[in-house]
Every structure is written in C-alpha cells, then in structure tokens.
C-alpha cells in the first residue's frame, strides 16, 4: 500500500502530525494530489544534486498542469483556482532554488516514515492502561460532562422561564377579577390562591435548582481549565521545546484545541443563561430570591474564567526559524528573514479578524539593563498581523514570514564588553494583541516565544545550536534568559538521548547504545548514565583546539554533506574508540575493514581501518582521514572501492573485501558506486581501443598507499593522474603491466 494511503487510515492524533509538515511553501494539496508521483521517485538522491533537482521541480509543475487540466474536465473551478496559486507559490519559492524543494520533500517523506512506524509500533504496545491515553480519556469524559451540564441547565432555564410565565399569569388574572363588579367567590378564590402559593414554591425550587446547576457547571469548567492550563498545555509546550532540538514531531494540539474551545463554548453559553436569568428577576423578583442573591457572583466567575482561558489561549505554534535552517530554529541571523506562526486555541467564530497581533523584540527583558554588553536589535518586516480562520484547519492563527533583526551598534556596548558570548546570550521574541467586545472591559492577550540566540555570521551557527540544545534540554521558563550566566550541569542520560536526536533529525538512523557508550567514554572517561557533564566540558574548548560540541557537529555536517545514505545504510559503525576497533577486528578475517569518524579532526573526517593477518599475528591498519575536501571531489564509496596497497612487490591490490562483520565490500557499496561493480569488470583499465570523442583516454583518481602499511601509520590521500605517473616512474619502470595484471587478477 502506498505511504499516503496508509497515513490516512492513522488516527487522528498522527494525522496531526503529518499535518505539521506542510504549510502553505509546500501545502498538503500537493501531497494529495501527486502521491503516487512523489513516492515513485528516490528524493534522498533528488536532494543531493542540484541538476536532478531542478528536472525534478519542473516534472512537478508539469504534473500540476495535467492535474488543473482534469478539474478544467469536471468544471471545478474552486480546485482550478487553487492549483493555479499552488504553481504561483512554487514558483516564487523554489524555482531559483529547486534543491530546498527536494530536500522539503525529502524530510517530509522521512518524518511520515516516522510517524508510521511510531504507529505502528504504539498500535502493537497499546494497552487500556496507557497513562497519557487515559488522562486524555479523562478529560474527553469531563469535557463532554460540562456540556451535559451546561444542556441540562438549559433545558431547565427554559422550563424556569415557562413555570415563571404560568405564576404571573395567573397571578395577574386574580388580580383582574378582584376588580370586576361581582368577584369571586372566597372559595374559588383560597383555592387559586392555594395554586399559585404552590407554584410559586416550585418557582423558587426551579431557582435554587438553576443557580446550582450553574454553579456545579461553572466548578466542572473550572477544574477542566486548571488541568489544561497547567498540566496539558505545559506538557506541549515541553513537547514542543524537545521536537525543537530533534525530539519527536510535537502533536495534540488539535486536540487541545478542542478541549480549549469546548470550555470557551459552554462558558460563553453559561453567560447566556446568567443573562436570561437576569431577565427573568427583572420581571418578577422577591426576598431571598436564590437567583436575583447568586447571579452576579456568578456572573464574575464566569467573566473571571473566560477570560483566564483566554490569556492562556494565544501560544506560539511554530517557533521563530529562519527557512534556510528549518532544522535548526531558535537560531536567528541579523539580516535573514525568519518565520513565525501564532495560533490561538479557543477557536470561536466571532474571533475571526477581531485579534491584531503586534511583534516586538526583548519587550519587557530585564537583561537589557542587567546584563553587561547585552545586545540590542531592531525588528524589521511585517510586524502586525490579523488573526483569521485558516482554510486548511480553521484554527485562529497569524504566521508572520518576513520577520529581520539589525543589532543597535552603540558606541562602547560592544558584544564582547559582558560575561557571555554572542551563543550564549538570549533573547525573545515577544507578541501582544487585545480582545475588545461589547460591554467588556479589554483582555490584553500575550505570549513570547522561546529564548532564541541571534548571530551576525553563519560560523556561529554550531556554537548558538548548542546553546538552544542545552538551554531546551534542562530548563522549560520561556523567559529565563540569564541562563548561560551559571548553566546547569546535565547527566549523561539527558544529554545522551539530544545527541542521538541529531542525527535521527536529519538522518534515518539515530546513535545506538555503543555509539553514545564510546561518546560518553569521550566526554566522561566512563559512559554513567548519571554522570555530570558541565556545560563548559561540552561546548567550551579546554586544552583542546576544539570543544567536543564542535568536533560533533562537524561530524555530522559530514553525514549530512558526503555520507547520508551510507549512515542510512547503517554501514558506518562511526563512533569506535581505537582500543575497540582492535578487540572487533582481530578474529575477523583478512581484509575485514569497518569505518568510524576520526576523533583528532575538528572539521569532521572519516577513516576506514582493516585487518591483516601476519605471523605476527593480526595486524590493524588505517589510513589517513578524509575531510570534506576531499570527499567533495571523490565519493567514499568510490575511494574504497579504487583503495590501493604498493606491496613490497609492488604489486597493487586493494586490501579492503569485507565489510564488518562480514558483508562482501561490493554488496554494500556497489550501488553507490560511479561505475557498476560488473562494467568495471568488463573493461580494460588501460583500453585504447574506444577513447571518448574528446580524444583523451579516461582518467580515475584513486587512493594508493606506498609501501607496506604500518599499524596507525599515516596514508596518503587520493592522487591526481600526473602524482600517480610520477609514483609509477620511481617504483617500476613496468608499473603499467602490473597496474594491468592487477586489475585482471583483483576486480
């Protein structure tokens, strides 16, 4: 079955999720529409060449042609009308930069992946005593309680308002047939009299039974706010702050939405009844009437709720990012446009176009004046914006999407002058509107984002990124913005699991237990899961040239750049002390070889280490890492699979056959390879025979290592074609027959 077919059939909570994942840059339309196109083509590799990229964004245009093209047969307009502003959008989006629209859809398609498997997984796990699916249970039960409770008040309001009705009519019927000439007789008239005494003390029942049953309604919405507002919207908002660091999607907020606007309902529905009540002691009233003695304290409470609800309604639903890096928001660069989206979660339909938001920046901050060398920033862009229905979901929100900061340079408050670094310093971006509505004083609504850092250079990225992981890792106050004046330790458990996030973010796998054991031994000397990591050990460089953060982030700027389907494919082991690749590799047969991130590289390398078998013994060998640099120019997969040794025979061959624990190097590798494993095989290395139209013969950079490897000895990197000749001329005057030989006898 198709993804998106199996996405739909999810419960709604998931459906939340993937609702998540698009937005008006790329809307779920377009998902909808061209599901089978999008899932026929591999976007991991369309996000990594900017020329498939761009054949692959005009296919999608083409594709929308053809869909407008249908609805033009079947005279549906609207979606006509849709389909053209989705190309528009496109257009203006992506059509100078098609490679973010693929590596949009590439992540989109990986998290639906992952919400799949989550699914599945909590399908199979599921029980009736899950604690988060009972809660919500809970509520869904008190939620719908307070409606019946508000329904029946309703009900019995009504049949007040009729027994009131029938008391003063017949009340005033007696009281018009005492003034008639011939009146009524004293017995006919004691007992109608004796029926409207009667009614009257139903009347006053009826009063005391509506008064209650308010009161009881308004306590049940009471209880019900107190655990949203301080249990269920607390816990998204945590939620919200760990898929921030590359914690799981954040969900639920539909839900909570709903919960919010249910009680806003009933609220707004319990006013209504107070004010029917007030009509009715208006026009009949007497002593210790129950509801003329509780109706304005009801009515203060029911004020006082609302309006409680709604302060606690406006929440930011996606925190401010900039669209280059939407892996990594929080981080805000002077200068670049950042994106924000409000959302207010009591959805009532006299809200729409009623609530104008206004931004501001570090409003009300104390660190402006306590902090010494605190920066200060203008915000520039689109600042107000009215909140309204969206089509998609119809919650009240605003997304403001041209935001910019510029820095406020004063003379000698100069960002160095105070106790912390550019990354260390937080700031907020904070939002206000007010709800005006007859007869009403104002409700002033505002709420602020989470502490962002703000830079000027895109090399301050790594450093800010650890200070928006450390900061969402140990604390939840939106406005703790001295934190990084005496930062919190973490345990290794806390900081273990955000790591192992890193890498699931952007890749397909995140770190296994041995991986962030052999990280823990790195940062702690032993992996304790209680063991405490300062802040300072973690991102400050020490008698280091560089912090284990940045020697961390390079690695995974690797990934992300030369190596994404290799650590997808699971195939590098990664992080592996030196001790450990020895104890791994010693029993294996020769030539076993296993790859791992070299940990004396600050800008991230890769190395691959074998075995060889001597009567010494086993010996362990690996080569010289290799950086971005050179990985630019030559795929990994091509530098093992060219690999060379110089023996002592100078003979070259190609030390590297199995994969650890023992998968043949090809079956691992060869798909990745510039040349198929069998047309290398089918060519001479050396055929003159059919030179390409240019008239050159092919050329082919490979790694070779001159003479016999030592244990940990330093290997050259992958030579040019002229360095190679120049190597031939020194080893053997015959070092083309033997280059020949070698690649008939080692393919």
Request: charge should be negative; proline fraction near 5%.
């Given at each position: 079955?198709a993804q998106?077919?199996?996405?739909q059939q999810l419960?709604?909570?998931?459906?939340?999720?993937v609702?998540q994942?698009y937005?008006?840059?790329?809307p779920?339309?377009?998902?909808?529409y061209l599901?089978?196109w999008?899932?026929?083509?591999?976007?991991?590799?369309?996000?990594?060449?900017d020329s498939?990229?761009?054949?692959?964004?005009?296919d999608?245009?083409a594709?929308?042609?053809d869909?407008?093209?249908r609805f033009?047969?079947e005279n549906?307009?609207?979606?006509?009308?849709n389909i053209r502003k989705?190309?528009?959008?496109l257009q203006?989006?992506?059509?100078?930069f098609?490679?973010?629209?693929a590596?949009?859809?590439?992540n989109a398609?990986k998290e639906?992946?992952?919400?799949l498997?989550?699914a599945?997984?909590q399908?199979?796990?599921s029980?009736?005593?899950?604690?988060m699916?009972g809660?919500h249970?809970?509520?869904?039960?008190k939620?719908?309680?307070?409606?019946t409770?508000?329904q029946?008040?309703e009900?019995?309001i009504?049949?007040l308002?009729?027994?009131q009705d029938e008391?003063?009519?017949r009340k005033?019927t007696?009281?018009?047939q005492d003034?008639e000439?011939?009146?009524?007789?004293?017995?006919?008239?004691k007992?109608?009299e004796m029926q409207?005494?009667?009614?009257?003390?139903?009347l006053?029942?009826k009063?005391?039974v509506?008064?209650?049953?308010?009161a009881d309604?308004l306590?049940?919405?009471d209880?019900?706010?107190?655990s949203l507002i301080?249990?269920?919207?607390?816990e998204w908002?945590?939620?919200q702050?760990?898929?921030?660091?590359?914690?799981p999607?954040n969900?639920c907020?539909?839900?909570?939405?709903?919960?919010?606007?249910?009680?806003?309902?009933s609220?707004?529905?319990v006013?209504?009844?107070?004010?029917?009540l007030?009509e009715?002691?208006?026009?009949f009233?007497?002593d210790n009437d129950?509801?003329?003695l509780?109706?304005g304290a009801?009515e203060?409470r029911a004020?006082a709720?609302?309006?409680?609800?709604l302060?606690?309604a406006?929440?930011?639903?996606?925190q401010p990012?900039m669209p280059t890096?939407p892996?990594?928001?929080?981080?805000?660069?002077?200068?670049?446009?950042f994106?924000?989206?409000l959302?207010?979660l009591?959805k009532?339909p006299?809200?729409n176009?009623?609530l104008?938001v206004?931004v501001?920046f570090?409003k009300?901050?104390v660190?402006r004046?306590?902090v010494k060398g605190?920066?200060?920033?203008?915000?520039?862009?689109?600042?107000?914006?009215?909140?309204?229905?969206?089509e998609?979901n119809?919650?009240?929100?605003?997304e403001?999407?041209?935001?910019q900061l510029r820095e406020l340079?004063t003379t000698?408050?100069r960002?160095?002058e105070?106790?912390?670094?550019?990354?260390?310093?937080?700031h907020t971006?904070?939002?206000e509107?007010?709800?005006n509505?007859?007869g009403q004083s104002p409700i002033?609504?505002?709420t602020t984002?989470l502490?962002i850092v703000v830079i000027?250079?895109?090399?301050?990225?790594?450093?800010a990124?650890a200070?928006?992981?450390?900061?969402?890792?140990?604390?939840?106050?939106?406005?703790?913005?001295s934190?990084?004046?005496d930062?919190p330790?973490?345990?290794?458990a806390?900081?273990s699991?955000?790591l192992?996030?890193q890498?699931?973010?952007?890749?397909?796998?995140g770190?296994n237990?041995?991986?962030?054991g052999?990280?823990?031994d790195?940062l702690?000397?032993q992996a304790?899961?209680?063991?405490?990591?300062?802040?300072?050990?973690?991102c400050k460089a020490?008698d280091?040239?560089f912090s284990f953060?940045?020697w961390?982030d390079?690695?995974?700027?690797?990934?992300k750049?030369?190596?994404?389907s290799?650590?997808n494919?699971?195939?590098?082991?990664?992080?592996v002390?030196?001790?450990r690749?020895k104890?791994?590799?010693?029993?294996?047969?020769?030539g076993?070889?296993?790859?791992?991130?070299?940990?004396?590289s600050k800008?991230?390398?890769?190395t691959?280490t074998w075995v060889?078998?001597?009567?010494?013994?086993p010996?362990?060998?690996a080569v010289?890492?290799y950086t971005k640099k050179e990985?630019a120019?030559?795929?990994?997969?091509d530098?093992?699979r060219n690999?060379?040794?110089?023996a002592?025979?100078?003979?070259?061959v190609?030390?590297?056959?199995?994969?650890?624990?023992?998968i043949?190097?090809d079956?691992?590798?060869?798909?990745y390879?510039?040349r198929p494993?069998e047309e290398?095989?089918?060519s001479e290395p050396?055929?003159?025979?059919?030179?390409d139209v240019?008239?050159?013969l092919?050329?082919e950079?490979?790694?070779?290592?001159v003479g016999e490897?030592?244990?940990?000895e330093?290997?050259?990197l992958p030579?040019?074609p002229?360095e190679?000749?120049?190597?031939s001329n020194?080893?053997?005057?015959?070092?083309?027959?033997l280059?020949?030989?070698?690649f008939?006898?080692?393919?």
């Amino acid at each position: 079955m198709a993804q998106w077919s199996m996405l739909q059939q999810l419960e709604s909570k998931y459906l939340e999720q993937v609702d998540q994942l698009y937005d008006d840059t790329f809307p779920m339309e377009i998902r909808q529409y061209l599901s089978q196109w999008i899932e026929s083509h591999d976007w991991d590799s369309v996000a990594h060449s900017d020329s498939l990229a761009t054949v692959r964004f005009h296919d999608l245009l083409a594709q929308l042609d053809d869909q407008y093209s249908r609805f033009a047969l079947e005279n549906n307009f609207l979606l006509q009308h849709n389909i053209r502003k989705i190309k528009r959008n496109l257009q203006e989006n992506f059509q100078e930069f098609p490679l973010d629209m693929a590596i949009l859809i590439c992540n989109a398609l990986k998290e639906e992946k992952k919400i799949l498997n989550k699914a599945t997984q909590q399908e199979k796990a599921s029980s009736p005593q899950n604690s988060m699916g009972g809660k919500h249970r809970e509520l869904d039960n008190k939620v719908s309680k307070l409606k019946t409770m508000v329904q029946d008040a309703e009900i019995d309001i009504k049949a007040l308002e009729d027994l009131q009705d029938e008391h003063d009519f017949r009340k005033k019927t007696l009281q018009s047939q005492d003034q008639e000439p011939n009146g009524v007789k004293s017995q006919e008239r004691k007992r109608e009299e004796m029926q409207i005494r009667e009614l009257f003390i139903r009347l006053n029942m009826k009063r005391e039974v509506v008064v209650r049953q308010v009161a009881d309604a308004l306590t049940m919405a009471d209880h019900i706010q107190f655990s949203l507002i301080t249990e269920e919207l607390p816990e998204w908002k945590r939620r919200q702050q760990v898929a921030c660091i590359g914690g799981p999607i954040n969900a639920c907020l539909d839900q909570l939405q709903s919960w919010f606007t249910s009680v806003a309902e009933s609220l707004k529905q319990v006013r209504q009844q107070l004010r029917k009540l007030q009509e009715l002691v208006q026009k009949f009233t007497y002593d210790n009437d129950p509801v003329a003695l509780g109706i304005g304290a009801l009515e203060e409470r029911a004020i006082a709720l609302l309006k409680n609800l709604l302060v606690s309604a406006l929440i930011v639903e996606r925190q401010p990012c900039m669209p280059t890096h939407p892996q990594r928001p929080l981080v805000i660069k002077t200068g670049v446009q950042f994106t924000v989206k409000l959302r207010l979660l009591v959805k009532l339909p006299e809200l729409n176009c009623q609530l104008k938001v206004k931004v501001s920046f570090d409003k009300d901050v104390v660190e402006r004046n306590t902090v010494k060398g605190f920066r200060k920033f203008n915000i520039l862009g689109t600042n107000t914006k009215v909140m309204n229905m969206e089509e998609s979901n119809g919650s009240l929100a605003a997304e403001f999407r041209h935001l910019q900061l510029r820095e406020l340079r004063t003379t000698g408050n100069r960002s160095n002058e105070g106790p912390l670094i550019v990354a260390e310093e937080l700031h907020t971006v904070c939002f206000e509107t007010q709800l005006n509505q007859p007869g009403q004083s104002p409700i002033d609504l505002t709420t602020t984002s989470l502490p962002i850092v703000v830079i000027s250079n895109v090399a301050q990225m790594s450093s800010a990124w650890a200070s928006v992981l450390w900061y969402n890792m140990l604390s939840s106050e939106p406005r703790n913005l001295s934190f990084f004046l005496d930062p919190p330790t973490a345990t290794w458990a806390q900081l273990s699991e955000v790591l192992s996030w890193q890498f699931s973010s952007i890749t397909k796998r995140g770190l296994n237990s041995e991986q962030l054991g052999m990280l823990g031994d790195k940062l702690l000397g032993q992996a304790d899961p209680e063991g405490l990591v300062p802040w300072t050990k973690f991102c400050k460089a020490s008698d280091r040239v560089f912090s284990f953060w940045a020697w961390l982030d390079s690695i995974l700027d690797l990934i992300k750049r030369h190596l994404l389907s290799l650590w997808n494919d699971g195939y590098i082991m990664g992080f592996v002390s030196k001790e450990r690749e020895k104890q791994l590799l010693k029993d294996k047969s020769p030539g076993t070889f296993l790859l791992r991130f070299s940990e004396s590289s600050k800008d991230g390398a890769i190395t691959f280490t074998w075995v060889e078998h001597t009567l010494d013994g086993p010996k362990v060998h690996a080569v010289e890492p290799y950086t971005k640099k050179e990985l630019a120019a030559i795929s990994f997969p091509d530098i093992l699979r060219n690999y060379k040794v110089m023996a002592a025979d100078n003979l070259p061959v190609n030390p590297l056959v199995l994969l650890y624990p023992n998968i043949p190097k090809d079956n691992a590798f060869g798909r990745y390879y510039s040349r198929p494993p069998e047309e290398e095989r089918s060519s001479e290395p050396m055929d003159v025979e059919d030179p390409d139209v240019s008239g050159y013969l092919p050329t082919e950079i490979i790694s070779v290592t001159v003479g016999e490897p030592r244990l940990r000895e330093t290997i050259s990197l992958p030579m040019s074609p002229d360095e190679y000749r120049e190597l031939s001329n020194l080893i053997s005057p015959d070092i083309d027959s033997l280059m020949s030989d070698a690649f008939h006898s080692n393919p």
